[in-house]
């Protein structure tokens, strides 16, 4: 047994309160996370990462449903990955845009694009109405190595993704954008950049979130690709463990 599977092996998991799946109709959720007492630490959450959780605030956490196993753990192959023609034409329609590699930290600046986009996309979601407080606590973390991409039209700031910077890759944990028109697909292009940082930075995965083959709102992922989920307690290729034909 590796070092680093016995540092992972022995982190007391709590199950969180039963609520009902964002994700899904009809169907509850419930959350593991990962000791709040434990004093955790970026290469303690990128061994965590490999095992299928993710970061909200300064909480560790991954499904863990009684009746459902649909959330699968995405990363894309960075190395292999090449946009395709409609992701090509997305990065030549925004090419005048410049881009900012940046470490992350709250203002009221970039909050006011925050509750924009949240207002204007999921006002029917469990993140309306938002607030700076929920804001801070959401995406950033006191002891997580993060970094956001800016996108910027001129001087004016139209798109941010919250990054963690893992050992073996980025995990996106947020983005959002201005809903102007004028741009093309700025959720798709900052999924883009995500994966082209990774690659420049030798990172080997971009870590999506999660993958649902059957919710619209998390399916989209299949279009990055070669990917990988986390299937039974090992990473495979998507294609692996869903048919070619069920793949977006």
């Known amino acids: ?42 290469t303690l959450y990128s061994e965590l990462s490999r095992l299928g959780f993710r970061r909200s605030g300064n909480h560790v956490y991954r499904p863990k449903c009684p009746h459902c196993s649909a959330c699968q753990p995405f990363r894309v192959l960075t190395e292999q990955f090449k946009p395709s023609r409609s992701q090509k034409r997305i990065l030549k329609a925004n090419k005048n845009l410049s881009i900012h590699f940046e470490p992350a930290k709250p203002s009221h600046e970039d909050y006011e694009l925050y509750e ?34 800016r996108v910027k039209d001129g001087e004016q700031t139209i798109a941010i993704m919250c990054l963690d910077l893992l050992d073996d890759g980025l995990s996106a944990v947020y983005s959002f954008f201005t809903p102007d028109e004028r741009y093309k697909s700025l959720g798709v292009f900052l999924i883009l950049k995500t994966i082209a940082l990774a690659r420049k930075l030798n990172l080997p995965y971009a870590y999506l979130g999660y993958y649902i083959q059957n919710c619209h709102k998390m399916s989209y992922k299949s279009a990055y690709r070669p990917a990988e989920v986390l299937h039974n307690n090992r990473w495979k290729l998507l294609s692996e463990t869903i048919p070619s034909s069920d793949i977006s």
């Open 116 to 149: 924009l986009y949240i207002t204007e996309r999921h006002r029917d979601g469990d993140m309306y109405p938002p607030s700076y407080e929920q804001y801070a606590d959401f995406l950033f973390s006191d002891w997580c190595k993060s970094a956001q991409i």
């Open 1 to 42: 047994m590796s070092n680093k599977e016995k540092s992972t092996q022995h982190i007391k998991l709590y199950a969180g309160p039963e609520h009902a799946c964002g994700y899904i109709d009809n169907q509850t959720a419930v959350s593991l996370f990962a000791d709040p007492s434990l004093p955790m630490n970026n």
